[in-house]
Each structure stands twice: as structure tokens, then as C-alpha cells.
């Protein structure tokens, strides 16, 4: 189904009953890649599962900012009246969630942040170069999108007041002193390090972290 939010038409659904959940993908993916985790959540949460503008069957807009799609979120939330729902971002998605817990404090119960980085200097130099390679091949404002963003101040990030999950897997994209800096600086924060683990072999078309999230949310 989609809802009209001031700029955008947003793709979304809603599963199952329970506490509200809202789960974010990353970039160039959709919804769907939280398939597998939403059946075993379904009977414990009420999940708002959304494509982000410019992904899946949401419209496309000039502007692909996190900025932008985090006012996306924000305004999705509002218009539909979810209270206090806990979000769980992957990779881009987790940018959203951070950005949004900045903008609206009050408006977030729990935060999962599974593969997230609060500035793009924190994608090893490796990932970096692959992705500069990528655009300039294609010239896709998504890909361009994460050479310049996010650049989240840590003055910002120290302000966070959420309860809030860290989750990367042991051999992620993200630089590991990155992340450690991201757990440091929010007060209310876990960090969870998956043996083994890549960027996303533990999420997209898995259900990995079902338990995770049930001890959490």
C-alpha cells in the first residue's frame, strides 16, 4: 500500500500484532529484504515494514538526501499515528534511524543499528573505492549518496537519548573503531559484534536476528 506524504508516495506494509516496529533497508534494496525476519516477528510485533524514496515501489524524488528521507519517516510516523515505535535501520537505513532519533527524541522508543556508519570516512578504504568505481560507471545519485553522506557530528550523536542496539558483523564494511566511537558516544547504547559476519550476510533474506531483536524490543 502507499501513503502521500508531502513530497513522496511511500511503498509500505504492515504485518502481524503486537508493540509497533519499523524496519528500514538499505541502499538500492527494498522492503522485501526483511521477508524472512518478519515471519518469526509477525506474532510478537505490529511491523511497519517501508521502501525509502527512490527504492521499491515508493515514487521517485530529485532530492535522495538521508535528510530527506528521514523527514520521510518522521512524517510516515505522524500521519499514522505509530506510538513510540522502535526502529530497526540497516546500513543507509540505520542513518535514517539516527538521524530521525536526532530530529525527534521523543518520538522513538528503541533503536537497532545494523551496519551503520554516522559518517562515510567510516567505510574502509576498500568499500570507499568500490563504490567511487561503481558511480562513476552509472552516475546513480544513490551511489553518490554515500561518498558525501552521512556527515553526522559527534557534538550530535552525543545527545541521543534512545536506547539503542549496535549490530555489525565481524567482518563488516564499516571500520571496527568507527563503530566503537558510534557505541562510545550514545549514551544508551549495546554493541553487538557477529562472529563471522559480513555487512549483510546476517540480515537481507535472513532471520538471524529474531532472537536479538525479541531480547531488545
Not at 115 to 127: P, R, S
Not at 156 to 170: H, S
Request: one cysteine or more; charged letters at 25%; a positive charge.
Amino acid at each position: 500500500m502507499h501513503i502521500k506524504l508531502t513530497n513522496v508516495k511511500i511503498n509500505y506494509e504492515i504485518i502481524g500484532n503486537g508493540r509497533p516496529l519499523i524496519l528500514i533497508h538499505g541502499n538500492q534494496e527494498d522492503l522485501h529484504i526483511f521477508d524472512c525476519l518478519v515471519k518469526t516477528l509477525k506474532d510478537t510485533y505490529q511491523i511497519y515494514a517501508i521502501d525509502s524514496r527512490n527504492h521499491g515501489q515508493s515514487s521517485k524524488h530529485i532530492n535522495v538526501s538521508y535528510d530527506a528521507m528521514t523527514e520521510d519517516l518522521y512524517e510516515f510516523i505522524n500521519k499514522l499515528h505509530i506510538n513510540k515505535p522502535s526502529i530497526l535501520g540497516f546500513s543507509d537505513g540505520g542513518v535514517i534511524a539516527l538521524k530521525l532519533a536526532i530530529k525527534a527524541p521523543n518520538l522513538v522508543d528503541k533503536m537497532i543499528l545494523c551496519g551503520t556508519n554516522y559518517h562515510y570516512k567510516g567505510l574502509d578504504k576498500k568499500t570507499y573505492k568500490a563504490i567511487l568505481k561503481s558511480y562513476k560507471k552509472t552516475f546513480n545519485p544513490l551511489v553518490k549518496l554515500m561518498l558525501e553522506e552521512p556527515k553526522i557530528t559527534k557534538k550530535t550523536i552525543k545527545k541521543i537519548d534512545v536506547k539503542t542496539l549496535i549490530v555489525v558483523g565481524q567482518h563488516d564494511v564499516i571500520k571496527s573503531r568507527h563503530t566503537q566511537k558510534l557505541h562510545h558516544m550514545i549514551k544508551k547504547s549495546e554493541l553487538l559484534i557477529l562472529e563471522h559476519k559480513t555487512h549483510d550476510d546476517y540480515i537481507v533474506d535472513k532471520d538471524d536476528l529474531t532472537s536479538i531483536i525479541k531480547r531488545f524490543v
